[in-house]
């Protein structure tokens, strides 16, 4: 079965799909074309199906009833997250009356900061322009996400918020949902657990061949050096992106059930594949 497949130009995702692209881990049932695109791109697709599978923000979940979430491939902070910088401290009153730089209005990093502070105002930007708006002024404050959370010292800035510590204080513990990978529900789920457990057997090899996968990832690297890549990768691939298991469904539907009652999602049911 030929199937198109999303995912960002970022390390963590080359990382995750690096065995299944490049035939190392080869499939009986399925063939792979894949089309990479920023991840606010692919959470605007996914609103009316392009395809079949594709990585999206966990908040654009709320937005595409024609998909479900695979347990592989989720990309959860354990203990860390989305962080907020400026050039200078500040308390978060004065953080709340500032225009913030966010990375898309379907991003997880919008959702867990609206939870974490309440509403504001705040510009779209590519996550990658959003340090050097910080530094040169054009905005105030920025919403980071991605190895720009690692990176923002060397960029002049200073963290402001820590939204991944206030989401793991806040739930005990359950990993910070950020993004995860679905499939057309249309397809059945015979298929997509065929394809989930594909996902899950590109991810192991990754981690069983750290240095090859990592030099793959280097290609989405944005010229950061390549410790500071392992750092994020290792990151972000973690026992929870093999398979999300009972916290990481727990701490997506928490997610949702925190947004619901603050009116920042539609009522919706997610769908999560079959374990």
């Known amino acids: 079965m030929e199937i198109s497949v999303g995912h960002t130009p970022d390390s963590d995702d080359a990382f995750m799909f690096y065995g299944m692209f490049t035939d190392k881990v080869?499939?009986?049932?399925?063939?792979?074309?894949?089309?990479?695109?920023?991840?606010?791109?692919?959470?605007?697709?996914?609103?009316?199906?392009?395809?079949?599978?594709?990585?999206v923000s966990v908040?654009?979940?709320?937005?595409?009833?024609?998909?479900t979430i695979l347990r592989s491939g989720g990309s959860f902070g354990i203990g860390y997250g989305p962080i907020v910088t400026a050039k200078k401290?500040?308390?978060?009153?004065?953080?709340?009356?500032?225009?913030?730089?966010?990375?898309?209005?379907?991003?997880?990093a919008f959702l867990l900061l609206q939870l974490m502070i309440g509403k504001f105002d705040y510009v779209e930007m590519n996550f990658s322009d959003i340090p050097k708006a910080v530094k040169s002024g054009e905005v105030d404050v920025?919403?980071?996400?991605?190895?720009t959370q690692l990176s923002y010292e060397q960029e002049g800035n200073v963290k402001i918020l820590d939204v991944g510590e206030w989401w793991d204080k806040t739930t005990n513990?359950?990993?910070?949902?950020?993004?995860?990978?679905v499939m057309r529900t249309d397809l059945g789920m015979d298929i997509i657990c065929?394809?989930?457990?594909?996902?899950?057997?590109?991810?192991e090899f990754g981690l069983e061949h750290m240095d090859d996968a990592l030099d793959y990832a280097m290609q989405y690297s944005r010229g950061k050096p390549?410790?500071?890549?392992?750092?994020?990768?290792?990151?972000?691939?973690?026992e929870v992106t093999v398979n999300m298991g009972d916290s990481g469904e727990e701490s997506i539907r928490k997610l949702f059930e925190m947004a619901k009652n603050k009116n920042l999602v539609p009522d919706f049911e997610i769908s999560i594949a079959t374990k």
Not at 26 to 48: C, G, M, Q, W
Not at 59 to 67: N, T
Not at 226 to 238: Q, S, T
């Open 26 to 55: 080869p499939s009986p049932d399925f063939t792979v074309n894949h089309v990479i695109e920023d991840i606010e791109k692919l959470n605007r697709k996914a609103i009316d199906p392009q395809l079949d599978v594709t990585a």
């Open 59 to 67: 908040h654009a979940c709320a937005y595409i009833p024609g998909y």
């Open 89 to 108: 401290q500040m308390s978060i009153d004065e953080i709340k009356k500032c225009k913030i730089a966010i990375p898309g209005k379907m991003t997880s």
């Open 142 to 147: 920025g919403l980071v996400i991605h190895e």
């Open 173 to 181: 513990g359950l990993p910070v949902p950020l993004g995860i990978n």
């Open 194 to 203: 065929k394809f989930d457990k594909h996902l899950q057997t590109s991810i």
């Open 226 to 238: 390549r410790d500071l890549i392992e750092k994020f990768v290792k990151m972000y691939v973690n």
